[in-house]
């Protein structure tokens, strides 16, 4: 049974940084890739960021590049997402989610189970 649990998220000021991490259980984590997604209120679940499962390829929506950080550590079965230089627009449930093999992909149909999600609030 997958199991995809967040923790991390909070209250934070803009500008400020926090390290979201997804514990996985239930599946051989080495051999998928891994991604992140945000749901804000009122809007649609969107890409944030997504690994390999190898950890080679990495992806970034625009919104984001050159402030998130994506990783994961195949000997703990984790992934992470660096948050710095936080912004309002940011504010948001962060989802960690599986995808369906080594390949990674950007948009929803790419994955396959996710968690429940962490929220994360950025204050102006």
């Known amino acids: 049974q997958v199991q995809l649990v967040e923790s991390g998220g909070g209250l934070v000021q803009a500008g400020g940084s926090l390290r979201l991490s997804c514990a996985a259980s239930?599946?051989?984590?080495?051999?998928?890739?891994m991604g992140w997604f945000r749901q804000a209120p009122g809007k649609e679940r969107e890409f944030v960021a997504g690994i390999s499962a190898s950890g080679a390829t990495i992806y970034y929506d625009d919104s984001v590049k050159g402030r998130f950080t994506i990783s994961r550590d195949n000997a703990k079965n984790t992934v992470f997402l660096q948050m710095n230089s936080l912004k309002p627009e940011d504010t948001a449930v962060y989802y960690c989610?599986?995808?369906?093999?080594?390949?990674?992909?950007?948009?929803?149909?790419?994955?396959?189970?996710w968690g429940q999600g962490t929220q994360v609030t950025v204050s102006s």
């Open positions: 239930g599946f051989t984590f080495a051999t998928y890739a």
């Open positions: 989610a599986m995808g369906r093999g080594y390949g990674l992909g950007r948009t929803s149909p790419s994955f396959r189970s």
